[in-house]
């Protein structure tokens, strides 16, 4: 792809620090590990991964959520999700769960292997105020409806979410349309190869190394990039990057900002403390989920 504008630098670096959520599931936070790590409209990246059922086994019991989406990835392993109105998503190894809580959704999400690997992530994504109070809904994708594209230099490249743009194709991913336009990849690359990717000027972008390492942006001033830690990226037309000499493989996620407020309270994210505050009354009186909630088509 040739080269045109301006290559995005390295701006922050938010080291994923453990932690556990659910019921006691043990997970690496990186973007959302305090309320000053995040980049508009992304609120927090979860990494998991595991082979000790003790780590994963108790899951995410019934839980509420309003005002934001959730992504879940499941590289790994097998898990089921469950709402309150009784949909049900059986996510595999390579699926993705998106979901828009909307106005409001109570649901959990629960192991259902004994042994083994359970690896992904989750990736909450705020809505603009317009949308917080939708119906909510869900889609769940299949590793077969997520295309999977073999670059030049080796290693390959899966769209879950917006278009991949390489020389002579755009392979678009199964998630179009939504508000914040995403983008979102999973890349992984042999030792020392390059890749160069086109990110809207506008957007906010990340990059999160779960395997090896890369160094951020031209080949004379790139940046080191290490395992297991969230690459918060200039302002430029592209990425551009390269992998250390153990390959690396890592998420390239880019949005729409909605430069609008953000009031947080667990799993209720809406744009004033008094919505929050609503939130809570709707939750504890049932109102929340009194609106049916749909699957997404």
């Not at 309320?35 to 086994?57: A, G, K, T, V």
């Not at 949909?87 to 699926?95: P, T």
Request: aromatic share 8%.
């Amino acid at each position: 792809m040739a080269a045109s504008g301006r290559a995005r630098a390295l701006q922050k670096i938010v080291e994923a620090h453990p932690t556990s959520d659910g019921a006691g599931v043990k997970l690496r936070r990186s973007l959302g590990r305090s309320q000053m790590e995040r980049l508009d409209p992304f609120l927090m990246l979860d990494e998991f991964s595991s082979f000790d059922p003790n780590d994963y086994i108790a899951g995410f019991p019934a839980h509420p959520h309003r005002g934001f989406e959730t992504v879940t990835y499941l590289i790994d392993g097998h898990m089921l999700h469950e709402d309150h109105l009784g949909h049900r998503g059986d996510l595999k190894s390579g699926a993705v769960q998106w979901m828009s809580a909307g106005r409001g959704i109570v649901h959990s999400e629960m192991p259902q292997q004994e042994q083994g690997r359970m690896r992904g992530f989750q990736l909450w994504i705020n809505l603009p105020a317009r949308e917080k109070m939708k119906p909510a809904s869900y889609r769940d994708i299949s590793p077969d409806e997520i295309p999977s594209v073999e670059l030049a230099q080796g290693g390959r490249v899966k769209a879950i979410a917006g278009t991949l743009e390489i020389p002579g194709r755009s392979v678009p991913g199964p998630i179009q349309g939504l508000s914040t336009d995403p983008l979102y990849l999973d890349v992984e690359l042999p030792a020392l190869a390059s890749f160069t990717h086109p990110v809207k000027s506008d957007y906010n972008a990340f990059i999160y190394v779960f395997e090896g390492g890369a160094s951020i942006g031209p080949p004379s001033a790139g940046k080191d990039l290490a395992t297991h830690c969230a690459g918060v990226l200039a302002s430029g037309d592209r990425v551009e990057l390269r992998a250390a000499s153990e390959g690396a493989r890592f998420l390239l996620l880019a949005a729409r900002p909605l430069g609008e407020p953000v009031v947080q309270y667990g799993p209720f994210v809406m744009n004033t403390r008094e919505e929050i505050e609503q939130a809570i009354r709707d939750y504890q009186s049932g109102e929340l989920t009194r609106a049916p909630a749909v699957a997404a088509r």
